[in-house]
């Protein structure tokens, strides 16, 4: 019985024009102890039908079909249905380069726990992606590794389902190193192993460039993490989760005082403070 090493996890939602290109890219790896698992999340574009394709070519791809429920929710149930001992997340507009895999393969072998590497952009942008070097406190003010780092499959770490508005991934780096710090081994290529595409319009362009959601995703991710945070950053984390704190405030204040009963009452108080210095 074929037993894989890798899994490569492939969520897919309205992405069937970009999906062929995806799974050749898998197809194409030099190194071959994989399985790819292709999770349709509920799509309504032919995606099944080019899933066909490529489940008829090779037995290493699987296909599961859910209903929408979001891409945390496809990559885990892929997780949890994977045969490999390491998974690959790869979202079905994405690519990887075909020696991704065999240079893993040599890191596995010294027993890192995550292995990454440089990016390139392309579609509407093309790019080099040159990540920072791996600091975890540099990851606590923003995510450092992209979505499609090879990591060791653990149990109780999945992708919080709770996080449609995007930022999944960095949340899910945050968990998992900080689980085991002291002892986690992330290694880094310096190559161009990983190909992100960009789009007109996507989740992580709206959440970049819409602040209120950015701010709302970024204070749960702070809130979720707090003791984390508050150990490894101190007194700057202290300021800046009060500081969001008050941003809140300040919004359930301004609602507060837009309404029509805030401004009547606002109007009366108005009165009465001057009729008593009259």
Same mark, same amino acid.
């Given at each position: 019985?074929?037993?894989?090493l $890798?899994s490569?996890?492939?969520?897919?939602?309205?992405?069937?024009?970009?999906?062929?290109?995806?799974?050749?890219?898998?197809?194409?790896?030099?190194?071959?102890?994989?399985?790819c698992?292709?999770?349709?999340?509920?799509?309504?574009?032919?995606? *099944?039908?080019?899933?066909?394709?490529?489940?008829?070519?090779?037995?290493r791809?699987?296909?599961?079909?859910?209903?929408?429920?979001?891409?945390?929710?496809?990559?885990?149930?892929?997780?949890?249905?994977?045969?490999g001992?390491?998974?690959?997340? %790869?979202d079905?507009?994405?690519?990887?380069?075909?020696?991704?895999?065999?240079?893993?393969?040599?890191?596995?072998? *010294?027993?890192?726990?995550?292995?990454y590497?440089?990016?390139?952009?392309?579609?509407?942008?093309?790019?080099?992606?040159?990540l920072?070097?791996?600091?975890?406190?540099? !990851?606590?003010?923003?995510?450092?590794?992209?979505?499609?780092?090879?990591?060791?499959?653990?149990?109780?770490?999945?992708?919080?389902?709770?996080?449609?508005?995007?930022?999944?991934?960095w949340?899910?780096?945050i968990s998992?190193?900080?689980?085991?710090?002291?002892? $986690? +081994?992330?290694?880094?290529?310096?190559?161009?192993?990983?190909?992100?595409?960009?789009?007109?319009?996507?989740?992580?362009?709206?959440?970049?460039?819409?602040?209120?959601?950015?701010?709302?995703?970024?204070?749960?991710?702070?809130?979720k993490?707090?003791?984390?945070?508050?150990?490894?950053?101190?007194?700057?984390?202290?300021? %800046?989760? +009060?500081?969001? %704190? !008050?941003?809140?405030?300040?919004?359930?204040?301004?609602?507060?005082? *837009?309404?029509?009963?805030?401004? !009547?009452?606002?109007?009366?108080?108005?009165? %009465?403070?001057? !009729?008593?210095?009259?």
């Amino acid at each position: 019985m074929f037993q894989p090493l $890798i899994s490569i996890i492939v969520p897919c939602y309205n992405q069937a024009q970009y999906l062929d290109e995806c799974l050749q890219s898998v197809m194409d790896q030099t190194y071959q102890t994989w399985e790819c698992i292709i999770v349709n999340d509920g799509s309504p574009d032919n995606t *099944e039908e080019i899933v066909k394709y490529w489940l008829d070519k090779d037995n290493r791809f699987r296909y599961i079909f859910q209903e929408n429920k979001g891409v945390s929710a496809a990559r885990n149930n892929g997780i949890k249905n994977a045969k490999g001992e390491w998974i690959l997340p %790869l979202d079905g507009d994405d690519k990887v380069h075909q020696d991704y895999l065999k240079y893993a393969n040599e890191k596995i072998r *010294e027993d890192y726990d995550i292995i990454y590497s440089n990016a390139q952009y392309f579609g509407e942008k093309n790019d080099i992606w040159k990540l920072d070097e791996f600091s975890f406190v540099t !990851l606590l003010y923003h995510n450092i590794i992209f979505c499609s780092a090879i990591f060791r499959k653990k149990q109780n770490v999945l992708f919080d389902e709770t996080m449609v508005d995007g930022l999944e991934d960095w949340e899910f780096w945050i968990s998992y190193i900080s689980q085991d710090l002291s002892d $986690i +081994k992330i290694y880094k290529f310096d190559k161009i192993l990983f190909y992100y595409r960009i789009k007109k319009e996507s989740k992580n362009q709206k959440i970049n460039f819409e602040s209120s959601t950015f701010n709302n995703v970024q204070s749960y991710v702070l809130s979720k993490h707090y003791a984390t945070y508050k150990r490894y950053i101190g007194d700057y984390f202290d300021l %800046l989760y +009060k500081t969001r %704190l !008050l941003e809140k405030e300040k919004n359930i204040y301004k609602k507060a005082y *837009e309404s029509k009963r805030y401004k !009547l009452g606002d109007k009366i108080v108005t009165m %009465l403070e001057k !009729l008593k210095i009259k």
